[in-house]
């Protein structure tokens, strides 16, 4: 992932509603882990680096992705380059303690992508993480999805066989 200008596009034009998407960390570590480059998840994380869609984060979200950078051994470089992307074109929530309510009880950091996302106004919630199953494919009107059919939202696509 490099460093990006960003340009006008489809989605993100004066007087068009924005995509704006919480990304699990799950999505982000899968494009780093990702061998190959034509990846769901590497050409959304490139589609946001070109202004495609809002990415959301906050204090909490931006401190697990660190961690999970860590734990699964992403090389650094690239890890900082992704933060410094983050910090520069993302969106910053701030989501106070008192905000974060426990909905899904099997793991409670997926409670603050769900914060984030209601807080931030988000448009999506990006994951493959299967906690987010029980409820039913949206949070509060926002659409759950996993990188690939998000990747059909920002590309303007209809999924094969529809």
Known sequence: MTDASRSPTPLNVPGKTPVRAVLDTNVVIAAHLSRN??????????????????????????????????????????????????????????VAPDQIQTVLVADPDDDLILTCALVSAATHIVTYDPHFDVLGGAYHSIPILDGLHFLYVVRGDTPPGR
């Open 37 to 94: 480059p034509h990846s769901p998840t590497v050409e959304l994380l490139e589609r946001w680096l070109a202004g495609e869609f809002v990415q959301l984060y906050s204090d909490d979200t931006l401190i697990e992705l660190q961690e999970k950078f860590l734990e699964r051994q992403i090389d650094p470089a690239s890890a900082d380059q992704y933060t410094a992307n983050l910090l520069r074109f993302g969106e910053y929530v701030e």
